[in-house]
């Protein structure tokens, strides 16, 4: 076999099962649609650390999300990604909501989330001076964070890269055969053979089960759009503000993001669309609305830019994961939130059931740790005048808005699982994020990407084949 085990969906649950398989003596290679890691709903969801007390006690969602949100500190140190634990608070506006907030509460003490309490509409206040002034009382869930999610995915990849995880982009599963002793499966790049297939394809995890499995799955794509603050309203709140959830989920949420910008979204439109992730004025104007519920004022002239991200659903109404009625293939579908909260530790419960059916033993070498980019923005003065010394590309600034310089940008392109693409350099480095929403950056960028990669401009793209900037017209 080429392989013992494919995991099909390089987005946050594949990076991180992807990690964690490669903890063992195992060959593994990554299957990925896109050009990069981290292109699907893993680019474009809340960055939210879920303390986990919304879910239902004895769920998937549950069992995982409490799991994972206590693995992320300790993840974050290991693997150099940013991450906060800034607590969150959900709201509720009248008496008759004081039900629901309860049973939340009850649902996290079951679940075994700690510290969870419930405050007063003066305490709620006292502590986020810019809440409406309805609020009448609030769950208080002081375990609760933020993460970057691009951080996230991208430190588990290459984490699994640096120990021996293959990954392959650009390649879109379009078959799967099951044979005798294992799996083929076809993609437009090429045939891949394994002993073993796990399915973490995000919003096509049902096509990519029901090419293999008789009991079908659907998965319905939940579109979600977002508004993008400035920094200079990024302490507007210091926790994560919901409010008492629906019945398509937790509603218009407000969040100070790790890099210091302010979040306001999603809205919930289910659609039949899987590529669907286009912005629309209702959306927008949703988004904006329901922020008002929670805040005394909406800084609406601080947008710097909005953006949708479509979420897994499951008409299952729960996680689906583990081995599936044929041997050797695993799901890890219907990921929706708190899947990015959840991701860490179902990595390790997918690698320890396929590890334990493989019979495969523990790397004596396995590398826990990985170093990140340097960041000049956050970096000390001896640390920067110390990455100067070392490469005086660190003191050319090429995005102004977040403090990029050419320095970084060449680390994220030349280092494991570098980047290929301007959106690449973006997520790895933030070049592009600012207010100027690479307005002013981009063009150096491209020629950094081009130099770096050896090709020519007209070859560099934002997210892969289709997406060129330049053309060559002779």
């Known amino acids: 076999m080429d392989n013992d085990c494919i995991v099909i969906g390089a987005g946050v649950v594949g990076a991180a099962i992807a990690r964690e398989l490669s903890r063992y003596d195992l060959k593994v290679a990554v299957l990925e649609k896109a050009s990069d890691v981290c292109e699907g709903t893993s680019k474009a969801n809340s960055g939210i650390v879920h303390a986990g007390f919304d879910a239902k006690p004895g769920t998937l969602k549950a069992l995982y999300n409490v799991k994972g949100s206590l693995m992320m500190e300790q993840l974050s140190r290991e693997l150099d ?5 800034n607590g969150s608070l959900v709201l509720a506006f009248a008496p008759e909501d004081m039900d629901k907030l309860n049973e939340l509460k009850d649902r996290g003490i079951k679940n075994g989330v700690k510290d969870i309490k419930i405050l ?29 999610p691009f951080g996230l995915t991208l430190a588990l990849a290459e984490n699994a890269c640096v120990n021996g995880v293959s990954f392959v982009f650009s390649s879109e599963v379009e078959n799967i055969e099951k044979t005798e002793d294992g799996f ?30 008789e009991d079908k799955i659907n998965i319905t794509a939940r579109k979600g759009e977002y508004c993008l603050y400035d920094k200079k309203v990024g302490n507007l709140v210091s926790s994560t503000i919901f409010r008492v959830p629906g019945a398509m989920g937790k509603g218009i949420l407000v969040t100070p993001t790790v890099h210091g910008n302010l979040l306001i979204g999603p809205t919930a ?44 659903h499951s008409d299952k109404g729960d996680f689906i994961i583990g081995r599936t009625s044929v041997k050797g293939f695993y799901d890890a579908a219907g990921i929706e939130s708190p899947g990015l909260s959840a991701a860490p530790a179902i990595g390790e419960a997918i690698a320890g059931m396929v590890s334990e059916d493989l019979g495969a033993g523990l790397k004596e070498n396995f590398i826990a740790t990985r170093k990140g980019i340097p960041n000049m923005a956050h970096a000390d003065d001896e640390t920067r005048k110390e990455l100067i010394k070392q490469d005086e590309r660190f003191a050319t600034v090429v995005c102004r808005c977040e403090l990029v310089t050419e320095g970084e940008i060449v680390n994220a392109i030349t280092r494991p699982l570098g980047a290929t693409t301007l959106d690449g350099v973006k997520r790895r480095t933030r070049a592009g994020m600012g207010r100027c929403q690479s307005g002013f950056c981009s063009p150096t960028v491209m020629g950094i990407l081009a130099r770096e990669l ?21």
């Open 454 to 474: 050896d090709k020519p401009v007209t070859e560099i793209t934002k997210h892969g084949k289709g997406s060129e900037f330049v053309t060559d017209h002779k």
């Open 81 to 85: 990604f940013d991450y906060k634990r």
């Open 269 to 312: 439109e289910d659609t039949d669309d899987k590529e669907n992730v286009a912005t629309t004025a209702e959306g927008i104007a949703s988004v904006i609305k329901g922020g008002a519920v929670s805040l005394k004022s909406v800084p609406g002239k601080s947008v710097i830019t909005s953006f949708a991200g479509l979420r897994a």
């Open 184 to 213: 083929v499966v076809k993609t437009g790049t090429g045939e891949y053979h394994a002993r073993t297939v796990i399915n973490a394809a995000g919003v096509y995890a049902d096509a990519i089960h029901n090419m293999v499995c």
């Open 120 to 148: 007063t509409g003066d305490e709620v206040k006292t502590m986020e001076p810019a809440l409406s002034d309805d609020v009448y009382a609030a769950l208080y869930a002081p375990t609760g964070g933020i993460v970057c």
